[in-house]
């Protein structure tokens, strides 16, 4: 069975798309990957899309979406980063809260540093789900 993560955000355009573009590009089919947030802005952080685009990975398609409790359901593993209790609590899920800084309203040069931090985060993550799958 394969595993399913969700990142959450409040608004989906940062953090939490950094985190699924790096498990997506980092872990391929192997395990299923989304991300939303509470409050979902407009479109994704540009210059989130400029970091990310310095590793290879082209976020630059995606759109915020808002979350929802089938999400959280769907998901074996829950990640969130900065909503708080906004995000529903299910019995049986993995629940990790990654404290990183907000990249809204920054520039890349801010964003850079946070993408690092997610990176090693996700890699961690991905040993972690390989470990239990075995």
């Known amino acids: 069975m394969i595993a399913s993560v969700m990142f959450v955000c409040v608004h989906n355009a940062g953090r939490s798309q950094m985190a699924a573009g790096y498990l997506s590009h980092l872990a391929g089919d192997r395990i299923e990957v989304r991300s939303s947030g509470t409050a979902p802005a407009d479109s994704v952080n540009t210059a989130v899309v400029e970091a990310m685009a310095e ?36 019995p049986g899920k993995v629940y990790l809260d990654w404290q990183l800084q907000d990249p809204a309203g920054q520039g890349v040069d801010f964003v850079r540093p946070i993408r690092n931090e997610i990176r090693a985060l996700v890699e961690a993550l ?8 075995k």
Do not use: H, W
Request: net charge negative.
């Open 55 to 90: 590793e290879g990975i082209d976020i630059s398609k995606n759109t915020p979406k808002v979350l929802t409790n089938q999400d959280v359901k769907d998901s074996d593993y829950v990640i969130t980063m900065g909503c708080g209790d906004a995000c529903p609590f299910y």
């Open 126 to 133: 991905i040993s972690r789900i390989d470990a239990k799958e």
